[in-house]
C-alpha cells in the first residue's frame, strides 16, 4: 500500500513539529484507521455539514476509495506557502483542511482543480493577496471557510456563484469592496453567514432578507452603511445578528422598522447593535416584542437615546442586557425583576435616574451589574442581598445615599464598588462574611465609625480602597495577608500604624496620608520587598523614618506634612535623630506629589476594560462557529469494487501534542503539584467525555468493532487544548460482531469497558490501581465504592482544588454531586462479572450528562 505522491507528503512532514501516536501505525493497520478516526469524533467532529451522512459506518467509507479525499492537517506549525501539489495531484479531495497553521503566501489558483471539494478551511494562518476567482468552479463547496488570515482586496464575483454554500467564513481579513445586491439568490443553503473584521463598505443589500436559511449573520466590525433593510425578519430561522461596530443609521424618522421585522425571528438569540453611532433617535419601543428566546441584547455605544420601555420585562429569555455608554434615560422599570435569566447588566455611562427597583432582587441569576458612572439615587436596595449569583457590583459615580444594606453582606461576590456616591453610616462589622471579596472599593462617600477589626477575616481580599470617607478610630490590628493594595487617605484615623502591615508581604500599595496617625513608622514596612508606593503624608508620625527597602526609594514615597520624623535616606532632608529639633527641612516636599486620584481611575479602568474584554470573549463564544474538525490524512488503493466497509484505508494523525500524555498530569514526577501541572475538575470531565466518545465509536460505530485492548492514562495524549485523543493502538483487536459481547472469547468490549471503569477512578482519586496502597482484597475498585457517597471528599484528588476559588456551600454540593455521579459510573463499569458493567453507549451518555450539567452549573457561578 503505496502513498501516491511521497514527495509532497514529505514536503509537509518536514514542517511538522512533532509526529505524534506514530507508534499507531505499527499496530493493526484498520484498526488503526477507524481509531484515527474515534480521534477525530472525540475532538469535536459534531456538525458536518448535511451532505455528509455520519449515520452510516463512517461516512468515508461509502464513497468509491479511489485515492486521497479527506486531508486534514489542523492545528500544526506547517509553514511556508500552501503546496501548488496540492491542486495538482489530490483531484478527489473532498475535504481540505488546513486551519491554525502558519502558512504564508497567496492561495493557489490551482486548488481550483479539486472540483470535488466539499469542504474548505485555511482559517487560521497567514495568508494574504485576494481570494482567487478560480475558487468560483469549486461548484460542490458546502463550507468556505478563510477567516482569520491576512487576505485583501474585494471578493470576486465567482464566489458568490458557489451556490451550495451553507457556510461562508471570511471574517478577520481585510478585504473589501461592497456586498452583490443580489446576494439573497445566491446562496439558498446559506446557514452561516461570517463577515465580520473586514473593511466591507456599502449598503447591507435587501435581498439579504431572501437568505431564509440563514441561522447566523455576523457583519460587525465592518463599514457598511445606510438602514438594516427592513424586511430583516423574513429570514425566520435568524438566530444570531451581529451588526455592531459599523456605520449603519437609524432615527427617529426612518431605519428601525427592522425590529418591528426581526419580532417575526422567532429563534433569534442575540441580537447586537452595539458600536454603531449613527443609530440614533429612541430605541424602539416594539423591541419589546422580540422573540422571548433572545438571550444577548447590546445597544451599547450608540446615539439612542430615551428610556427603557417598560416592557423589557417581556424578554424572558434575556441573559445579557448591554446598554452602557449611550443616552438611555428615565428609570430602570420595575418590569426588569421579571428577567429571571439576566446574568450580565450593563448600564454605566449612561443619563438613567431614579432609584434602582427593588425588584432587581428577583435576578437569582446576575452575576454583573454594572452601572456607574449614571445619575441613579437613593438608597442601594436591600434587595440585593436576593442576589446568591452576584460576583461584581459596580455603582460607584452615583448619587446613591443611605447606608450601605446589611443584606449586602449575606452574598459571596468579588467585586462590590460603590465609591464616590453619598453614602453614609457604619461599614458593618458583618463584612467579613464575604469570603469571596477580591476588591472593596467605597472611596469618597461619608462613611463613618471603625473600620471593623472583622474585615481582616476577609482572606481574599487584595484591594481595599476607604479613603476619602470619615472614619474613625485606629488601624485594624489585623488585616489580611493578601491585600496588595491598601488606600486610607483621607480619613480620620488616629492611632499608630499596627507593626502587623509589615507581614503583608505581598502589599505593594499602601496609602495612609491624610490622617491623624500617630507614633513611629513601623521598621517592618522595610520587609516588604513587594511594596512600591508608600505615602504617609500629612499625618503626626513621628521617629526614625527607616533606610532600608521602600524608604530607599526616594520618588515612590511620600512622608511630607509629618513634623517630627527624622533620620531616613539624606534626599529627604530630615534632622538627624539623635538631635532634638525636628523642625527644620520641610522644602522638598513638593516633589512628593504621589496622583492618587490617578491611580484610582487607572485601577477602575482595568476593571472596565476586563469586563469588556471578558463580556467580549463571552460573547464570541457564543456566536462563533467552530468548524468540525477530522484530523486525518489517509490514502487508498484503487479498488475493484468498492465495498462499504473501512478495511482499505490507511491513515495517519499528525498532530502536535504538547501536553503529553494523562499520565503525566495526573501523577507528577517530581516538584509541587500548582495551577499549570494539574487538572481542573472540568478539564478531567472533557478528557472522559473525549476517552468515552472514542471508545464507544471503536464498539460500536465500526464496522467491524475495534477492540483498544490497552486502555490506560499512558496512551491517551492530551492536544494543546487539552482535549483528549486515545492513542496506541498496538494490541488493538478487529473482532467480528458475534464476537463483540462473546461469552469465553478472550478480548471482547467488556475488557476495555473495565479498563475504562478504572480509568475513570483513576483520573478523579488521582490514585494509580497499582498505588502501593492496594493489597489484598483492597483495589481501586473497592476503594473507590466504599466512598460512595458520603465519603466522597475523602477520595477525590485534591490537587482538583487548586483551580477552585469559591468553596460556598453551593459550590460544594455541585462538586460533591458531580463526584459522586461520576465516581459511582466508574465503579459500575469496573465491576468483576463482565455482563454486570454499564454498556459503553451507555456511560457514555451518562459521562456527558455529568458533564453538561456541572459545566453549567459550574458557568454560573463561578463565570469562568
Ligand atoms: C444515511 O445513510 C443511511 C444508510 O445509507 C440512511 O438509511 C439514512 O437515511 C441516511 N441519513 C441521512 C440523513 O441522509
Ligand atoms: C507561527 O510562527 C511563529 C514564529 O514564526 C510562532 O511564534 C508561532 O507560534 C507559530 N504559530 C503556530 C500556530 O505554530
Ligand atoms: C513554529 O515554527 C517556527 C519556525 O518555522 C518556530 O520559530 C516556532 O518556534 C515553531 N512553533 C512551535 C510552537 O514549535
Ligand atoms: C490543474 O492541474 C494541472 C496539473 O494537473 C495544472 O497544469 C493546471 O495548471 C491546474 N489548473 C489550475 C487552474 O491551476
Ligand atoms: C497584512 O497585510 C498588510 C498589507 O496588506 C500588512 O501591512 C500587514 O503587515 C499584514 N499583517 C500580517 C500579520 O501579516
Ligand atoms: C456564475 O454562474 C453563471 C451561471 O452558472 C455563469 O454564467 C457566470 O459566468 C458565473 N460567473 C462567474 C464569475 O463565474
Ligand atoms: C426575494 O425573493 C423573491 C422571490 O422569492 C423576489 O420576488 C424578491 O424580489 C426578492 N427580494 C429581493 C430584495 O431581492
Ligand atoms: C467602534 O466603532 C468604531 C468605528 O466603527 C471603531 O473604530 C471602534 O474601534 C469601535 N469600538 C469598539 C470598542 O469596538
Ligand atoms: C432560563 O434558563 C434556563 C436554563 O438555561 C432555561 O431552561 C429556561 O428556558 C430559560 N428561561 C427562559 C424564559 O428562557
Ligand atoms: C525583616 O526580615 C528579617 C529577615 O527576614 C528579620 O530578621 C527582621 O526581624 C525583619 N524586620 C522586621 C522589623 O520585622
Ligand atoms: C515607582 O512608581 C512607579 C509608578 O508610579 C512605578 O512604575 C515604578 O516601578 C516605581 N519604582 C520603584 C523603584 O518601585
Not at 17 to 34: K, M, N, P
Not at 699 to 707: A, K, L, T
Request: aromatic letters at 8%.
Amino acid at each position: 500500500m503505496a502513498l501516491r505522491s511521497p514527495s509532497f507528503l514529505l514536503l509537509l512532514l518536514s514542517s511538522l513539529v512533532t509526529v505524534s501516536a506514530l507508534s499507531a501505525i505499527e499496530g493493526d493497520e484498520e484498526a488503526t484507521l477507524l481509531a484515527f478516526k474515534a480521534a477525530a469524533i472525540s475532538n469535536g467532529y459534531n456538525d458536518p455539514p448535511t451532505s455528509w451522512n455520519r449515520s452510516t459506518t463512517g461516512w468515508y467509507c461509502s464513497w468509491e476509495g479511489v485515492s486521497l479525499m479527506i486531508m486534514v492537517i489542523r492545528s500544526n506549525n506547517l509553514s511556508g506557502n500552501v503546496p501548488l501539489e496540492i491542486g495538482h495531484n489530490l483531484k478527489h479531495l473532498k475535504v481540505l483542511n488546513l486551519h491554525h497553521n502558519n502558512l504564508t503566501g497567496q492561495i493557489p489558483a490551482s486548488l481550483a482543480n479539486l472540483s470535488s471539494l466539499s469542504y474548505f478551511s485555511l482559517a487560521f494562518n497567514q495568508l494574504e493577496g485576494t481570494i482567487p476567482t478560480s475558487i468560483g468552479i469549486l461548484k460542490d463547496l458546502s463550507v468556505l471557510d478563510l477567516g482569520f488570515n491576512n487576505l485583501s482586496g474585494e471578493p470576486p464575483i465567482s464566489l458568490y456563484n458557489l451556490s451550495s454554500l451553507e457556510m461562508l467564513q471570511i471574517q478577520w481579513n481585510t478585504l473589501s469592496g461592497s456586498l452583490p445586491t443580489d446576494i439573497g439568490s445566491r446562496f439558498p443553503s446559506m446557514r452561516i453567514l461570517f463577515i465580520y473584521k473586514n473593511q466591507f463598505t456599502g449598503i447591507i443589500p435587501a435581498s439579504l432578507s431572501n437568505l431564509t436559511s440563514l441561522q447566523e449573520l455576523d457583519l460587525s466590525h465592518n463599514m457598511l452603511k445606510g438602514h438594516v433593510p427592513s424586511t430583516i425578519g423574513r429570514i425566520r430561522a435568524l438566530q444570531n445578528l451581529c451588526l455592531s461596530c459599523n456605520m449603519l443609521e437609524a432615527d427617529d424618522g426612518k431605519g428601525w422598522e427592522f425590529i418591528a421585522s426581526l419580532s417575526n425571528c422567532s429563534q433569534l438569540k442575540l441580537l447586537d447593535l452595539s458600536n454603531i453611532t449613527a443609530f440614533t433617535g429612541h430605541l424602539p419601543s416594539s423591541i419589546v416584542n422580540l422573540s422571548t428566546t433572545l438571550q444577548f441584547l447590546g445597544i451599547s455605544a450608540t446615539g439612542i437615546w430615551g428610556s427603557i420601555p417598560s416592557a423589557i420585562g417581556n424578554l424572558v429569555g434575556l441573559e445579557f442586557l448591554g446598554a452602557n455608554d449611550a443616552s438611555i434615560s428615565g428609570v430602570i422599570p420595575d418590569s426588569i425583576g421579571k428577567l429571571g435569566n439576566l446574568t450580565e447588566i450593563y448600564l454605566y455611562n449612561s443619563n438613567l435616574s431614579g432609584q434602582i427597583p427593588s425588584s432587581i432582587g428577583n435576578l437569582s441569576k446576575l452575576a454583573i451589574l454594572s452601572a456607574f458612572s449614571s445619575n441613579l439615587e437613593g438608597p442601594v436596595p436591600p434587595t440585593i442581598g436576593k442576589l446568591k449569583s452576584l460576583f461584581a457590583l459596580f455603582l460607584s459615580s452615583n448619587h446613591l445615599n443611605g447606608s450601605i444594606p446589611r443584606e449586602i453582606f449575606q452574598l459571596s461576590f468579588s467585586y462590590l464598588d460603590l465609591s464616590y456616591n453619598s453614602l453614609s453610616g457604619p461599614l458593618h462589622s458583618q463584612v467579613d462574611s464575604l469570603q469571596n471579596l477580591n476588591q472593596l472599593i467605597l472611596s469618597g462617600n461619608q462613611l463613618s465609625g471603625e473600620i471593623p477589626e472583622s474585615i481582616g477575616k476577609c482572606t481574599v481580599l487584595q484591594d481595599l480602597w476607604l479613603d476619602d470617607n470619615l472614619f474613625n478610630g485606629s488601624i485594624p490590628q489585623y488585616l489580611n495577608k493578601a491585600l496588595t493594595t491598601l488606600n486610607l487617605s483621607v480619613n480620620e484615623l488616629s492611632g499608630s500604624i499596627p507593626d502587623a502591615i509589615g507581614s503583608i508581604n505581598g502589599l505593594e500599595q499602601l496609602y495612609l496620608a491624610h490622617n491623624n496617625l500617630s507614633g513611629p513608622i513601623p521598621a517592618a514596612l522595610q520587609n516588604l520587598t513587594a511594596l512600591w508606593m508608600l505615602d504617609l503624608s500629612f499625618n503626626n508620625l513621628q521617629g526614625e523614618v527607616p533606610e532600608e527597602g521602600i524608604f530607599r526609594n526616594f520618588a515612590n514615597l511620600t512622608i511630607t506634612g509629618n513634623n517630627k520624623l527624622c533620620g531616613g535616606i539624606p534626599q529627604f532632608h530630615l534632622v538627624p535623630c539623635n538631635t532634638d529639633s525636628v523642625k527644620k527641612n520641610r522644602g522638598k516636599s513638593k516633589y512628593l506629589k504621589i496622583a492618587l486620584a490617578t491611580t484610582f481611575a487607572l485601577l477602575l479602568l482595568a476593571i472596565v476594560i476586563a469586563l469588556l474584554i471578558y463580556r467580549k470573549q463571552r460573547r464570541k463564544q457564543k456566536g462563533a462557529f467552530e468548524p468540525p474538525m477530522v484530523d486525518m490524512l489517509y490514502q487508498t488503493e484503487p479498488m475493484d469494487s468498492p465495498k462499504p466497509i473501512c478495511l482499505d484505508f490507511k491513515a495517519l494523525v499528525f498532530e502536535f501534542m504538547p501536553n503529553g500524555s494523562l499520565n503525566r498530569w495526573l501523577h507528577i514526577e517530581s516538584g509541587m503539584p500548582t495551577l499549570n501541572n494539574t487538572l481542573s475538575l472540568a478539564q478531567r470531565l472533557n478528557i472522559t467525555v473525549d476517552i468515552m466518545d472514542a471508545l464507544d465509536y471503536l464498539h460500536n460505530h465500526c464496522q467491524p468493532p475495534i477492540i483498544h485492548c490497552d486502555l490506560k492514562p499512558s496512551n491517551i495524549l492530551l492536544a494543546e487544548d487539552m482535549s483528549a485523543r486515545v492513542g496506541d493502538f498496538g494490541i488493538s483487536r478487529i473482532i467480528s460482531e458475534s464476537e463483540k459481547y462473546g461469552e469465553g472469547s478472550p478480548v471482547t468490549t467488556f475488557g476495555d469497558v473495565y479498563s475504562l471503569g478504572i480509568l475513570l477512578l483513576e483520573v478523579f482519586t488521582g490514585r494509580s490501581p497499582t498505588d502501593d496502597m492496594f493489597r489484598g482484597s483492597m483495589d481501586l475498585h473497592k476503594f473507590s465504592e466504599d466512598a460512595l457517597p458520603d465519603k466522597i471528599w475523602e477520595i477525590a484528588d485534591t490537587t482538583m482544588w487548586l483551580h477552585t476559588s469559591t468553596y460556598d456551600s453551593n459550590t460544594r454540593n455541585i462538586i460533591e454531586k458531580c463526584l459522586v455521579h461520576v465516581i459511582a459510573l466508574g465503579v459500575s463499569c469496573s465491576r468483576k462479572q463482565p455482563r454486570e458493567r454499564t454498556l459503553i453507549q451507555d456511560a457514555v451518555n451518562e459521562m456527558h450528562a455529568i458533564r453538561d450539567s456541572y459545566i453549567k452549573c459550574a458557568t454560573g457561578m463561578i463565570l469562568q
